[in-house]
């Protein structure tokens, strides 16, 4: 068993729902149902590890971002500057952006705020870059919108590019295909339903189409990570369900998608999944309070490595 690393305590005062790292792992935000948005900043050496008492990481600025509950937090690709997307039970997704004062000193902006959605905004994810500087968003309604800035340098605003219902009913998380060896857009989509439908967006009809649904799990689906697809023909792609199970899909061009592996090592409802960087090892996190990592081994075979327990303990 792989032991905890270091506890952040991050002083929100209710539930965190969220996490996200930035593209280079040096930055972390955090959202809560405390309505607040927190960014960490990675101490760069022992000193200020030893300033922070002890803490690897140094909180940099907080703020009241929404009337609601906070999902999900996303960072945009550095390319486009230091910016972190947010949704929220008050169906509202907010553009958020860091600037530095003549003083020196930093502090994160409103620049949008995005209000389509007719009920609670759960899950939103930018685009890869080679797709331009866009964003998905999902939300309880079963519609899925996607919208982009127009002006990278002026992100106040933000057009409504597409807006289609992918499924009757809530939705809860979205995946975008990261492959830039693949230029079609795709979003994996999973909803309360136990489905996870793929879209393509349809140039020649210029509106995104249905390209395949994935049925297998019996209860809702809590998140959905894409692989990268780093030297594979085939995509993979990962859930995570209310139905205690994880499931890994292959999916290729003109084939039935199929599950390659499924796994109820949780014995508890799974939240989480995510790949490593080249979608060698998958993470999943449930109730159970572990974190289980997951590899193919020599034989083509999906196995469970190893887990991590978030209990402190000198076992």
Same mark, same amino acid.
């Given at each position: ?20 790292? $930035? ?13 607040? *948005? ?5 101490? *760069? ?27 999900? @937090? ?28 003549? =003083?020196?000193e930093k502090s994160w902006k409103p620049r949008a705020t995005l209000v389509d959605s007719r009920e609670s905004v759960t899950d939103i994810k930018f685009a890869p870059r080679h797709h331009g500087f866009k964003l998905a ?12 800035? *127009? ?12 807006? &289609?219902?992918?499924?009757?009913? %809530?939705?809860?998380? *979205?995946?975008?295909? %990261?492959?830039?060896? $693949? ?44 692989? %990268? ?14 139905? =205690? ?11 039935? %998608?199929? @599950?390659?592996?499924? &796994? ?18 998958l993470a999943s996190s449930g109730d159970d309070g572990k974190v289980r990592l997951y590899r193919m081994n020599f034989l083509n075979e999906w196995k469970c490595l190893s887990e991590i327990s978030g209990e402190d303990n $000198?076992?």
């Open positions: 068993m792989i032991k905890m690393y270091s506890r952040l305590e991050t002083q929100h005062e209710d539930l965190i729902h969220d996490l996200s790292y $930035d593209f280079y792992g040096k930055r972390l935000a955090t959202c809560s149902s405390d309505q607040k *948005i927190k960014v960490w900043d990675q101490a *760069i050496d022992k000193r200020q590890v030893e300033e922070e008492e002890g803490n690897e990481w140094k909180l940099t600025f907080e703020w009241k971002a929404h009337s609601g509950s906070i999902w999900k @937090v996303a960072w945009a690709h550095p390319e486009f500057g230091n910016v972190i997307a947010s949704c929220s039970f008050d169906r509202t997704v907010c553009i958020w952006e860091e600037e530095e004062d003549n =003083k020196g968003a999902c939300s309880n309604d079963g519609y899925v919108r996607t919208y982009e800035a *127009i002006d990278v340098t002026n992100l106040s605003h933000w057009s409504l590019m597409e807006e &289609f219902e992918s499924q009757k009913g %809530p939705i809860n998380c *979205i995946a975008w295909n %990261p492959s830039p060896s $693949d230029t079609r857009p795709l979003l994996a989509v999973g909803g309360n339903d136990g489905l996870v439908k793929i879209w393509e967006y349809n140039d020649m009809a210029r509106r995104w189409v249905l390209l395949e649904t994935l049925e297998g799990h019996k209860d809702a689906i809590h998140d959905i990570s894409w692989a %990268p697809t780093v030297g594979r023909s085939y995509h993979l792609i990962a859930t995570a369900s209310k139905d =205690k199970k994880v499931k890994i899909w292959k999916f290729v061009n003109q084939q039935k %998608p199929e @599950v390659v592996a499924s &796994f109820e090592e949780h014995k508890s409802e799974v939240w989480r999944v995510e790949w490593n960087i080249l979608g060698t090892i $000198d076992e």
